[in-house]
């Protein structure tokens, strides 16, 4: 019994050698890759705009709830803003009209809007990936924020696509 004790501890200590130890810099991107573009336990934001038509990602309840390109739109301002934050620029001039960031988007641009979005999310995860452990602790916060609110739209964004019949559930929600 001891023996097969010990093969086990020494199993798990050989496994746990075999890792790169967790560091706050590490967990951090996996959130921002994750509400991105990495399936993991919930669907990214690019999987939940993948294949939506200009006309779909214009299309409102009758709930007056919002669109996924204003959704899409509005993570697109709040990222971009706190982007600019983090790199030390002056962030886009905001009016402080929440509405604005849903209600600015246009149908005509979706494409641009999905690619600036993934350009955006994209650039902060290489921000943070370079960031001396100094920083990433003084930004950590926000990036916490960021992931999180992130999942909280693309969650959205998925439920009005439900809504309207163009979620396909073999991309992770049914």
């Known amino acids: ?6 093969l086990l501890l020494a199993a798990v200590a ?13 967990i951090l991107l996996e959130q921002l890759r994750t509400t991105h573009y990495q399936k993991d336990w919930f669907v990214p934001v690019m999987g939940a705009v993948e294949g939506l038509t200009p006309q779909q990602a214009a ?3 009758s709930g007056g709830n919002h669109s996924a390109g204003q959704l ?3 993570l697109l301002f709040w990222n971009s803003q ?9 962030p886009a001039t905001f009016n402080g009209n ?13 494409k641009l809007t999905v690619e600036r979005l ?5 650039d902060l995860e290489k921000l943070v990936e370079s960031a001396p452990d100094e920083k990433v602790k ?5 990036i916490a924020h960021i992931g999180a609110h992130n999942a909280y739209h693309t969650g959205q964004i998925i439920s009005v696509r439900k809504l309207q019949g163009a979620w396909d559930a073999a991309k992770g929600v049914k």
């Open 1 to 6: 019994m001891n023996s097969i004790l010990t």
């Open 138 to 142: 003084e930004w950590a916060s926000a």
């Open 14 to 26: 050989l496994e746990a050698q075999n890792k790169p130890p967790v560091t706050l810099k590490a």
């Open 118 to 122: 993934d350009r955006v999310l994209t």
């Open 59 to 61: 299309w409102k309840d």
């Open 98 to 110: 929440n509405d604005e960031t849903f209600n600015s988007f246009d149908a005509k641009t979706w």
């Open 72 to 74: 899409a739109n509005h």
């Open 82 to 90: 706190q982007l600019a934050k983090l790199k030390g620029e002056k």
